[in-house]
């Protein structure tokens, strides 16, 4: 039935003259890097000055640990457009960066033996950026810095205006447009979770880990096995950054976050923000006149909740996201598996964007029911399963009620893929929709290619250790990047924005009027109920 009526709608859209627009929908990247010495240790210096503000830059700026750099793409229809900006960003990025410094190509971080090694990221005196500092130290109280410096890449999806009218009568959707956009983005939320777990085979590039990574997160797990000198894993792994070293944690896992409206969504999200935990309170929050985490509540603010997949909205200034969603509903899809690709010198190139992009507009398109707590946590299950042993030609996973594996669901998904390219190449040069998925079904067939079989068929074949993996692979970016500098213009753009973005950081540290505690008070007492 619900394939069926997948294709129905694929019909529906295919009558239209919309058809073309469906390879309109923006797409964006969020890429994090760690900056590492060339000899591979995580760097100790400060974020690099001619990069700009950290706080303000509309591009460049910070994750957790201020070695950690984030590089922001702006939304375009083209996934040529975002590679070329991120590959501009990296371009001036080595620009800047000390000629002994690189980033790091791997998601599973190197270069640290204690947690006290990793800075926390800094962003001047403004309230705002005191703020976002003391959020991530409450983050090292509350889970150690090592799991904060992993690195991933975030694929940013909305559907062009132009095209939701349509999209709404084909999906049989009778509330005003904004209402029906937002439950059809949760529609396309659930099918994510419910189907996520195929990105992780396809993309995990983190299968092992170096051993003071993992002594940092409590040591070396009794299931692990040693793939490389100092290097621990799972021989059939695809992701460990999605498994229980990586994002995943105990005091979360019981959480259940409903995607099954913004509704509910926005009040379960508001619930854990606003419910105090003993464990978090044993920290305490302001300790002899020095903060320690923003508050000892389940989460601290909503993006302590850490979920492969989240619906946004642009934030005004001092706005919490969940009244920005509340007040103006979902104006993007955030997913948030994606491994970097020690390979590419991006971590990610355009014909990934399109399979990405080809699998949400099956996860909107494919029907998708509510999805209550014991399937959340069915879907849970799987995404760990392939995280922890994608590769093993003998997993399983639970769908519908019964297991299936995972060749034969991930097929099943692939044949409806399958239909939609025509739709997506249809107003393009080629077929680089089905290209994209042609690629992606040979990992199917041959998991050997998949990038978690190649780092390890790589490590025994090389005899070489992860952490010497990952500092040979960023030492052959580096030169990739370092020998293609900038042409002028866009040098001197990127410059004037980072001027920009210093002043715009002085403005605010200038306008503040009252004091942290006060900012901190007003923060939090607007509450959910306020929109």
Wanted: hydrophobic share 35%.
């Amino acid at each position: 039935m619900n394939s069926s009526l997948f294709h129905q709608r694929l019909a529906d859209l295919g009558d239209s003259a919309s058809a073309g627009l469906l390879s309109q929908s923006l797409k964006g990247l969020e890429k994090e890097s760690l900056r590492v010495t060339r000899q591979g240790r995580i760097a100790q210096t400060a974020h690099p000055p001619c990069l700009g503000s950290a706080l303000t830059h509309p591009y460049i700026t910070t994750d957790y640990a201020e070695a950690l750099l984030e590089f922001i793409t702006p939304p375009t229809p083209a996934a040529e457009a975002a590679i070329t900006f991120l590959d501009e960003i990296h371009r001036f990025v080595y620009h800047c960066l000390d000629p002994e410094e690189l980033l790091l190509a791997t998601s599973m971080p190197i270069g640290f033996e204690r947690d006290e090694d990793i800075p926390i990221a800094r962003y001047g005196s403004s309230n705002i950026g005191r703020m976002k500092h003391i959020y991530r130290l409450g983050l090292a109280y509350r889970y150690g810095r090592a799991m904060q410096a992993i690195a991933g890449i975030h694929f940013n999806f909305s559907v062009v205006p132009e095209l939701w009218p349509r999209l709404v009568r084909i999906l049989g959707l009778t509330q005003p447009l904004p209402e029906a956009r937002d439950d059809a983005y949760f529609a396309l939320i659930r099918n994510i979770q419910r189907h996520g777990w195929l990105l992780l085979y396809l993309f995990g590039a983190s299968p092992v880990a170096d051993r003071r990574f993992l002594q940092c997160r409590g040591g070396i797990p009794d299931d692990f096995v040693k793939l490389a000198p100092d290097s621990y894993g799972l021989p059939h792994a695809t992701s460990l950054r999605m498994s229980e070293v990586g994002y995943r944690n105990p005091t979360q896992a019981g959480l259940f976050i409903s995607t099954n409206s913004l509704e509910e969504y926005v009040a379960s999200l508001c619930q854990a923000i606003e419910t105090p935990y003993p464990r978090y309170q044993s920290i305490g929050v302001k300790v002899d006149g020095r903060y320690r985490q923003l508050n000892a509540n389940l989460l601290q603010i909503e993006n302590e909740y850490y979920s492969p997949v989240r619906p946004k909205q642009i934030t005004e200034r001092g706005e919490k996201p969940t009244l920005a969603l509340k007040r103006r509903g979902v104006r993007y899809v955030e997913i948030r598996s994606v491994d970097l690709n020690p390979y590419l010198p991006l971590g990610i190139d355009a014909r990934q964007i399109r399979f990405l992009e080809l699998f949400l507009w099956h996860c909107l398109l494919y029907p998708s029911p509510p999805l209550p707590r014991s399937q959340s946590r069915t879907s849970q299950a799987n995404l760990v399963a392939v995280a922890e042993r994608g590769r093993d030609p003998k997993l399983t996973l639970r769908r519908n009620g019964t297991r299936i594996t995972l060749r034969d669901w991930a097929a099943l998904l692939f044949e409806e893929m399958e239909s939609l390219c025509p739709l997506l190449d249809a107003s393009l040069e080629g077929t680089p929709y089905r290209d994209s998925l042609q690629a992606q079904q040979q990992k199917l067939a041959n998991p050997d290619l998949t990038p978690s079989a190649r780092i390890l068929h790589d490590l025994d074949r090389e005899g070489i250790s992860f952490h010497d993996f990952a500092l040979r692979w960023s030492e052959s970016h580096a030169a990739h990047f370092r020998r293609r500098p900038l042409d002028r213009e866009r040098l001197v753009w990127f410059e004037r924005l980072a001027r920009e973005s210093v002043q715009r950081q002085k403005r605010l540290e200038a306008e503040d009027r009252i004091g942290f505690d006060e900012f901190l008070r007003r923060y939090f007492s607007e509450t959910c109920k306020a929109a």
